[in-house]
């Protein structure tokens, strides 16, 4: 009887989550704010649905980049500002461009890194024996159109081996016309795929 009962108990706080979230209001008009709107719900589906752990550490690298662009900047401006110019033009030099690579850099890590990455979630083995299993979720949502395109990737962290799905949809399709999110008719969209990849991951 005792693991029907953790089956119900988790069933049913995942029907609570559902019921006791507020709903999200945005501007329907705004296409970054659909999409961000969108691209949280997912998450949420995920973490508090499933209770995977978000991995940061995509953003930790861009930060990282940034962090560092930032600090020849601020060098530059301290530099120059006990010893002013032309004194430090060498040292101004070498500090815009290393700034202006480091933007170079942040550019081709977003593009061909992060490829419109919104999440990691790591499906951690409760024994803590097995390498976490890995869940990657990218979207995009094209300027002027009305197609969100949603992918979730699964990487097994024992096989080593990925496999992805993606579904596209009408924005309309989970946004009402008062701007808020039905979560009723989104979070069965991301668990059927969810499901899915589950499912060919055990017959494998």
Not at 11 to 23: H, I, L, T
Not at 134 to 144: A, G, M, V
Not at 190 to 199: G, N, P, Q
Request: charged content about 25%.
């Amino acid at each position: 009887m005792a693991p029907k009962e953790g089956v119900l108990s988790q069933q049913s706080q995942e029907k609570e989550w559902s019921a006791d979230e507020k709903p999200v209001k945005i501007d329907k008009w705004d296409g970054s704010a659909v999409k961000n709107a969108l691209d949280d719900a997912a998450k949420k589906v995920l973490t508090d649905g499933y209770g995977y752990v978000e991995s940061y550490r995509l953003v930790d690298g861009r930060l990282g980049i940034c962090t560092v662009a930032v600090a020849f900047a601020a060098f530059a401006l301290l530099w120059d500002y006990l010893h002013p110019f032309p004194q430090s033009k060498p040292v101004l030099i070498v500090c815009v461009c290393s700034y202006f690579l480091l933007m170079g850099v942040l550019t081709v890590y977003t593009t061909y890194k992060e490829k419109g990455i919104f999440m990691v979630a790591l499906d951690k083995d409760k024994a803590g024996v097995d390498p976490d299993n890995e869940w990657t979720l990218s979207s995009t949502l094209k300027r002027y159109e009305s197609d969100y395109t949603l992918q979730i990737s699964y990487y097994d962290g024992q096989s080593r081996q990925s496999r992805s799905l993606e579904t596209t949809h009408c924005v309309a399709d989970f946004i009402d016309e008062n701007g808020q999110i039905c979560m009723d008719l989104f979070e069965p969209e991301v668990k059927k795929m969810h499901v899915s990849l589950s499912s060919e991951k055990k017959s494998k």
